[in-house]
C-alpha cells in the first residue's frame, strides 16, 4: 500500500483503539449523559460519527470508481488540494474552531451502547476498505462534494485524510466529556 494511504489506515486504526480505550473506562450510566446541556454525551460523539461515515461513504466509493475509470497510477506523493488542507487543519484536536453541524449529522438519539459501537466499527472496517481500494489510484485527480456542505468540494486524497480526523476530533471530545463527568461538572 502507498505509504501515505498506509498512514490514513492507521489513523482510522488509532481512533477506533482510542474509542475502544474511553469506552472500557465509561461507566454505563455516563454512555449517553452530557456534562452540560449545550455538550454532546460520548453517546452522542459516537452517534455523529456514524452518520458522518454514513454519509461519506457513498461518495467515497464513486469517488474510487471514478479515479478506477480514469486510470493512471498515483503520483509519487499525493497531496490535499486547498480547501481539503484546510478543512483537514481545523478537523483534529484539540478543537480551536467550533463549526454548527448541520442537522442531519447531529444525532436525535443515540441506541443502545453496544449496538452504537458495533455500527463504528463496522463502519470503520467499510472505510478502511475504501483506503485499500484506493491504493493504486490517481485519487488526486477525483473531486468529492462534502456531504456537510454542498458548496465544499475537495480531491478524494483529502477526504480520506479528512475523515479519521473527524473521527479523533469527537473522540477527543468524548474524552472531554467523561473527565468533565468524573470531576463532577
Known amino acids: ?3 501515505q494511504l498506509e498512514a490514513v489506515a492507521e489513523e482510522f ?42 454519509a461519506y461513504l457513498p461518495p467515497v466509493r464513486r469517488g474510487i470508481e471514478e479515479a478506477r475509470s480514469i486510470g493512471g497510477g498515483p503520483p509519487n506523493r499525493f497531496r490535499r488540494d486547498p480547501v481539503g488542507w484546510i478543512l483537514w487543519r481545523t478537523a483534529g484536536p484539540p478543537v480551536r ?15 443502545p451502547r453496544a449496538h452504537t459501537l458495533e455500527t463504528f466499527d463496522r463502519l470503520q472496517e467499510e472505510q478502511l476498505r475504501c483506503v485499500r481500494e484506493a491504493d493504486g489510484l490517481p485519487l488526486s485527480r477525483v473531486r468529492i462534494t462534502s456531504p456537510f456542505d454542498a458548496r465544499l468540494r475537495y480531491n478524494l486524497y483529502s ?27
Open 13 to 54: 486504526t488509532s481512533a477506533q483503539v482510542r474509542l475502544h480505550a474511553l469506552d472500557a473506562s465509561l461507566p454505563d450510566e455516563w454512555w449517553d449523559r452530557r456534562a452540560d446541556a449545550t455538550a454532546w454525551s460520548v453517546a452522542e460523539c459516537v452517534a455523529h460519527l456514524n452518520l458522518t461515515a454514513e
Open 97 to 111: 474552531l467550533c463549526v454548527r453541524t448541520p442537522a442531519p449529522f447531529i444525532p436525535a438519539a443515540a441506541g
Open 1 to 3: 500500500m502507498h505509504p
Open 159 to 185: 477526504c480520506l485524510t479528512l475523515l479519521p480526523r473527524h473521527q479523533h476530533r469527537h473522540i477527543w471530545q468524548a474524552g472531554r466529556v467523561l473527565e468533565r463527568l468524573r470531576r463532577g461538572r
